[in-house]
């Protein structure tokens, strides 16, 4: 089976840093997974991308960080970007401030690993190793590995997927912190209508191949569940998602997945 390939892959200018990706396909043993997915990300800007599973959102997003040489399209991406997983993938053999710069040189690389850990609330372990690390931690140090690189994109992957309900609050919380300090560009992957509201300028669902539909996030920051905009856009997005809103939570999340 012959494999498509990515016809033009262009970084963008520093002064840019957005993301422009123009029909991209992927197709995996003649299964066409992504097909002609047309995407933008302003400078700055903060997207969720939701979609059933298996409608092919980490496939996008792993074509966006230029891990998948089997794309085909016209991507031009910020030279810098970092990928934060929903497994931490930490070596368990290096210490955390060294898994915060790894792959890294200069100097200090130290003292850049300290500083992205108080970013994060994680200083103080900055010479733990990361199985002595909760759940909720490795996902910090993840992130502060990604800070560290500064990027002007930063691609997040279900990044608090495997979290507890309280954990992933406050990993939202962090995540919307650091990213109106440092501004990147922002791509999340995310199976949670409320994470997506909290956090994105726009919510797109992906479905068919494509990107089916777009929803402009219009609730003031700092963002709270209780305000009053949340539950239309909320109900919005269920339903464009082809959830019944007016199920239970649980219900919702069995119909989803
Ligand atoms: N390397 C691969 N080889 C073969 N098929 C693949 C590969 N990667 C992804 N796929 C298939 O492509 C489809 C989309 O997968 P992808 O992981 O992008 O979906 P997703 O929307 O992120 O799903 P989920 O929400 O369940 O994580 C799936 O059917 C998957 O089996």
């Known amino acids: 089976m012959s494999q498509g390939h990515l016809t033009e892959v262009r970084p963008l200018s520093d002064a840019t840093g957005g993301v422009r990706v123009r029909g991209l396909r992927r197709a995996f043993s003649g299964r066409v997974v992504l097909d002609g997915v047309d995407l933008d990300i302003a400078p700055g800007e903060f997207v969720a991308l939701l979609g059933a599973s298996g409608s092919g959102k980490s496939t996008l997003l792993r ?30 053999w290096s210490r955390v401030w060294r898994n915060v710069t790894l792959g890294l040189t200069g100097p200090d690389l130290r003292g850049r690993a300290l500083r992205a850990l108080t970013e994060v609330g994680l200083a103080a ?42 954990t992933r ?57 209780d305000h009053p905009r949340f539950a239309p856009l909320r109900r ?9 809103p007016d199920l239970g939570h649980d219900d919702q999340l069995q119909e989803f997945s």
């Open 63 to 92: 074509a966006v960080a230029g891990l998948d040489t089997g794309a085909e399209g016209v991507l031009d991406v910020p030279g810098e970007s970092a990928v934060v997983f929903q497994e931490h993938r930490l070596l368990p």
């Open 125 to 166: 372990r900055a010479d733990a190793w990361p199985s002595t690390l909760s759940g909720g931690e490795s996902q910090r140090v993840a992130l502060a590995r990604a800070l560290v690189r500064t990027p002007k994109l930063l691609l997040l992957d279900e990044p608090f997927g495997a979290l507890d309900a309280l």
């Open 169 to 225: 609050l406050k990993a939202q919380a962090l995540v919307a912190r650091l990213w109106t300090q440092h501004r990147p560009a922002v791509l999340l992957v995310t199976h949670d209508v409320e994470e997506a509201l909290l956090l994105a300028d726009r919510a797109l669902l992906l479905a068919d191949g494509k990107v089916a539909d777009e929803i402009h996030v219009d609730i003031p920051r700092p963002r709270s569940l």
């Open 236 to 244: 919005r997005l269920l339903i464009s998602l082809g959830v019944d």
